[in-house]
């Protein structure tokens, strides 16, 4: 209605160039595949379709949609809206704090996407290479290096999950590699509770022998490539390939 559109122009204010209202679902798609709109806000009793196909179209054309869905608690149709892609849910009658909070919540993930485009272009092509010595503690700074790092790149649950799978291959390239600590060999300490002793007498030792850590890290587009080195003999990794799942829940494995 005009005033909830006189409310989203002030809230919006300069981050917004047009606003468009529909109460054809035709209409409204027509103009979402030919806009592309960032933000779109539907009543869940919208007719002409449902809000969940709705919202599905939406999501098939661009997954990044931001998408609010308005309507009574009630509506079975909500909680269905929300796992396929809608952003966030208002209830009906809207009050006008609600949606502001909403609204600058959804303004807050634009710039911080437009941030993050702007950033991976100027560091499209960047690199970081670091030398650890062997130690728990090298591990643990070099890991808050590289978090720094990809955050030019990716946030939030993707970041995580890269860092995640960035901190295992360095910690393996640690206890495996130059501490030379074998599957069979980390399980039983683990289980004896010798674990952190032995780690530390064998990092004494790597350190005198002068083994390090080396790590490349690389931005190019949307692909990030990791080298990681160690001064370790190595070991047949081909045989733990094959291991059951369940394996994840020993002792010696971190799940």
Known sequence: DTDRHQVISSIAGQSCHSIMSSNNTAEALSYYKNQHPQIVIVDAQIKGMTVLDFTRTLCGEDPNVLIMVTGPYQDENIIDCLKYGASDFLPKPIQEEELT????????????????????????????????K???????????????????????HELARVELGIQEVIRNSLEHGNLAINYEHKKELCESGK????????????NANGMKIDI??????????????????G??????????SNSADATNMSG
């Open 101 to 132: 909070v909403s609204l600058t919540r959804f303004f807050g993930i634009l710039d911080r996407r437009a941030s993050r485009k702007f950033h991976s272009q100027l560091f499209d092509g960047a690199k970081l290479q670091l030398v650890l």
């Open 235 to 244: 070991f047949d990794w081909r045989r733990y390939s094959s291991q059951s």
């Open 216 to 233: 490349s890290i690389a931005l190019k587009g949307d692909t990030l490539n990791c080298t990681v080195r160690d001064s370790g003999k």
């Open 134 to 156: 062997s130690s728990t503690e090298a591990l643990s700074n070099a890991v808050a290096i590289i978090s720094g790092f990809l955050a030019l790149a990716c946030t939030g």
């Open 195 to 206: 674990f952190d002793e032995f780690v530390k007498k064998q990092t004494e030792i790597a």
